[in-house]
């Protein structure tokens, strides 16, 4: 399985940017998939969740309500559009696959994308 976050950035407090995640390796769409994110300094901590079909999402209360997690199983990319973009979001976002337990813990996924960073 292969993750590749693509559509960081620098934008302005306010702002928006989209993130995509191209996923491969998968042969079909019945996976979950999430956003994390890692300020320097900071743990890695959960960002949004999307469960496979019908596509159930969860988010960190820091961004619920700003933030959007969806998916394109045709393309199986995953995507999370960022709206009123502050500082605090700053950091590299990661997408994260094949979830064994709470989505909240980072050591409970297998693979990890290479990260794509966004500055605010």
């Known amino acids: 399985v292969q993750l590749v976050e693509s559509g960081g950035g620098s934008v302005q407090a306010g702002g928006s940017l989209r993130l995509s995640c191209a996923v491969s390796?998968?042969?079909?769409?019945?996976?979950?998939m999430s956003w994390y994110r890692q300020a320097p300094g900071k743990e890695r901590e959960p960002v949004a969740l999307i469960f496979a079909n019908p596509g159930r999402t969860e988010y960190a209360d820091s961004v619920a309500g700003r933030f959007t997690v969806s998916r394109d199983n045709a393309k199986n990319t995953v995507y999370l559009q960022m709206n009123s973009l502050k500082p605090e979001d700053t950091a590299m976002y990661y997408c994260?696959?094949?979830?064994?337990?709470?989505?909240?813990?980072?050591?409970?996924?297998?693979?990890w994308g290479q990260g794509t960073q966004v500055t605010v």
């Open positions: 994260a696959a094949e979830l064994r337990g709470n989505w909240r813990n980072p050591a409970n996924y297998m693979f």
């Open positions: 390796g998968y042969t079909d769409c019945n996976y979950a």
